[in-house]
């Protein structure tokens, strides 16, 4: 395999629980807070003409960031880095992984799911829509001495690119 061996795949996280309380929350407060502010100022005869429009596109866009996240994982080289992509402008690396270094990879199952409770594992890292989606696999890793797990949502292409760095990844038919 040659350096144009790059690639990455990007999805949009799908709100899940405390999560979809959360943007619920703050939907309304981005439409609260400046009706508030209004009444306030009609309150006290202060005619927010050119204000109330600003503090509107203000506060959307301090939380545009918590309405649109997407997660994305590129490997180039034998190196597998994860990604957070807040608003569609703020990226953050969340991990970089030597992909020959991980334990195991394989397709997150009921079997899966059963040998990772088996693991001691200190830290699970979410890199999937949600995780009732299709093709999800998980790869074990080790930082720092403790055990760690990262779940991704696969493709052919990336699975082909981590059979060859590590011969340990188990292979499943994927939808994409």
């Known amino acids: 395999m040659h350096e144009?061996?790059?690639?990455?795949?990007v999805v949009d996280e799908?709100?899940?629980?405390?999560?979809?309380?959360?943007?619920?929350?703050?939907?309304?407060?981005?439409?609260?807070?400046?009706?508030?502010?209004?009444v306030v100022c009609l309150a006290v005869?202060?005619?927010?003409?050119?204000?109330?429009?600003?503090?509107?596109?203000?506060?959307v866009l301090y939380?545009?960031?918590?309405?649109?996240?997407?997660?994305?994982?590129?490997?180039?080289?034998?190196?597998m880095t994860f990604s957070r992509i807040n608003g569609?402008?703020?990226r953050k690396k969340v991990l970089e992984l030597t992909i020959k270094d991980m334990h195991e990879i394989a397709p997150y199952d009921e079997e899966a799911r059963a040998h990772l409770e088996t693991l001691p594992l200190v830290k699970n890292h979410l890199f999937v829509s949600h995780m009732a989606a299709p093709d999800i696999y998980y790869a074990v890793f080790e930082e720092d001495g403790d055990?760690?797990?990262?779940y991704f949502e696969a493709t052919a292409k990336a699975l082909h690119i981590l059979r060859y760095y590590n011969?340990?990844?188990?292979?499943?038919?994927?939808?994409r």
Do not use: D, H
């Not at 144009?4 to 795949?9: A, L, Q």
């Not at 939380?63 to 190196?79: A, H, R």
């Open 4 to 9: 144009s061996s790059t690639y990455e795949f």
């Open 14 to 38: 799908k709100p899940e629980g405390f999560r979809k309380l959360k943007k619920t929350l703050c939907r309304i407060g981005v439409l609260a807070v400046p009706v508030g502010f209004a």
């Open 45 to 59: 005869q202060l005619y927010p003409v050119v204000i109330l429009p600003l503090s509107f596109l203000g506060l």
């Open 63 to 79: 939380f545009w960031k918590l309405f649109n996240v997407e997660l994305e994982y590129s490997m180039t080289s034998g190196i």
């Open 88 to 90: 569609g402008m703020r």
């Open 147 to 150: 055990l760690q797990v990262v």
């Open 167 to 175: 011969m340990l990844t188990k292979m499943s038919q994927v939808s």
